[in-house]
């Protein structure tokens, strides 16, 4: 097991349920899409537990149900890729978190509260530490990471 595989299963043994680092993992790895409904979310990740964990902290916080979907990978390394799909109070959990305001812009850099707050500040590096990076995100709700 790599020195990253169990920073991450160190990180998801922690009891945290934190906004912030949920926040960081849609940032850093959150596709948004429009569907008939409205918009849809999908965070991508390699890695079942950190796609459980998105899942358990969408439901905790939100309410919400949302989809773990599954893909085999086309190249040859054939891991799996995980997707958390959302299509309901898709804005409203984007502006609760302050990656969108209000007229549906998406918001850059890191909101001030969690600069200033140590302990939401440890949560939102906690989550962008698990966040996934994968090719093929059409739409990035950050410039770059």
């Known amino acids: 097991m790599s020195f990253t595989v169990k920073v991450k299963e160190e990180l998801l ?12 993992m849609i940032k850093m790895s959150g596709s948004l899409g429009l569907a008939s409904s409205g918009l849809t979310l999908s965070v991508t990740t ?13 439901s905790d916080l939100y309410q919400v149900k949302s989809e773990i979907r599954h893909h085999q990978k086309t190249n040859l390394r054939k891991n799996r890729v995980y997707t958390v799909f959302l299509d309901q109070k898709v804005e409203e959990i984007l502006s ?18 969690i600069l200033t707050d140590d302990e939401a500040s440890r949560a939102y590096l906690r989550g962008a530490r698990l ?9 990035r709700l950050s410039g770059s990471c």
Do not use: T
Not at 13 to 24: I, P, Q, T
Not at 131 to 137: D, E, F, L, M
């Open 96 to 113: 609760d978190l302050h990656l969108a305001d209000s007229f549906f812009g998406i918001e850059a850099g890191i909101d001030q509260a």
């Open 46 to 58: 390699e890695n079942a537990k950190i796609a459980r964990h998105l899942y358990e902290l969408l």
């Open 131 to 139: 966040r996934q990076v994968p090719a093929g995100n059409l739409v």
């Open 13 to 24: 043994s922690l009891a945290s349920r934190d906004k912030n680092e949920l926040s960081a």
